[in-house]
């Protein structure tokens, strides 16, 4: 617990615009961070990971203020828009309506080993048994943005689980 409120300390200290400002009511009120987003980030809500997702982002890659677009499976919904139509259209459209709204030119996109969603969904889709399949819907995921979005750039990693850590891999130079 002690670690969790240091981590949360630090994060509020690297990020002054969350800090609470004025109590009104017994009510906390904070201020909006206007900074534009350097990035979308979209990767999976699986709670194991989002300390070494946001890590990932801010410490490794650099980006201190993203966008970020977080669900079940991550972008598993470009591997299977033929299955999955649906939540691949709304997908898109989140997508699409962060690209153009924020102004964003790099997208990151992040998957991982173990995905609760992938192995959720291999019941109802053969192909979803495959272990690289989440790996491989990053590359398909990455052509698709760039095809329709002139001018961005798109980092796909994989996150990779060994014992209890996680490390990340790029997989291709879009």
């Avoid at 079940?72 to 299977?80: D, K, N, V």
């Avoid at 299955?83 to 259209?89: E, G, M, R």
Wanted: proline letters at 4%; glycine letters at 6%; a negative charge.
């Amino acid at each position: 617990m002690e670690d969790q409120h240091h981590h949360n300390r630090d994060y509020v200290h690297d990020h002054p615009a969350i800090e609470p400002e004025v109590m009104e009511h017994g009510e906390r009120v904070y201020k909006i961070d206007t900074t534009p987003a350097e990035a979308l980030v979209i990767h999976c809500s699986d709670p194991r990971f989002q300390t070494a997702f946001r890590r990932f982002v801010t410490e490794e890659l650099g980006v201190k203020n993203y966008a970020p677009l977080v669900l079940g499976g991550s972008i598993h919904a470009f591997g299977e828009q033929t299955f999955l139509p649906k939540n691949f259209k709304v997908l898109w459209e989140q997508i699409k309506f962060v690209i153009k709204n924020r102004d964003i030119r790099r997208v990151i996109i992040i998957n991982h080993e173990d995905c609760l969603w992938y192995r959720s969904m291999s019941g109802f889709y053969s192909r979803v048994k495959d272990p690289s399949k989440g790996r491989s819907d990053l590359g398909l995921t990455a052509r698709h943005l760039l095809q329709d979005f002139a001018g961005i750039t798109v980092e796909s990693y994989w996150a990779a689980l060994e014992g209890d850590t996680v490390t990340f891999h790029r997989t291709g130079e879009e």
